[in-house]
Nanobody
């Protein structure tokens, strides 16, 4: 059974930091690009950051450039999202997803991802 399980969300004050984790199982993790997406109430799901097989970040969204860093540990089948300098507008449910690296490079949108986690809530207070 394919599973992507996010953790690390919570409530934090503006300017603070959180580190999200995405633990994967049930598929060959090394063969997939992994992306972080987020969705705020009433808004479309948007890309935050994606990472390819070789740990090179792939363009997935530009709203968090310089504040969020994605990384992956293939030995642990886990992807991380380090979020610094958080802002109230970062409040959303954050999802991780796995997709074909060939598709993700060409079109890093939610439609290119096959597997999704259940999401973790991040709330940033002002």
């Amino acid at each position: 059974e394919v599973q992507l399980v996010e953790s690390g969300g919570g409530l934090v004050q503006a300017g603070g930091s959180l580190r999200l984790s995405c633990a994967a199982s049930g598929f060959t993790f090394d063969d997939y690009a992994i992306g972080w997406f987020r969705q705020a109430p009433g808004k479309e799901r948007e890309g935050v950051s994606c990472i390819s097989l070789s740990e090179h970040s792939t363009y997935c969204g530009d709203s968090v450039t310089g504040r969020f860093t994605i990384s992956r540990d293939n030995a642990e089948n886990t992807v991380y999202l380090q979020m610094n300098s958080l802002k109230p507008e970062d409040t959303a449910v954050y999802y991780c997803a796995a997709g074909s690296p060939e598709l993700v490079v060409v079109s890093p949108t939610p439609r290119s991802f096959d597997y999704w986690g259940q999401g973790t809530q991040v709330t940033v207070s002002s």
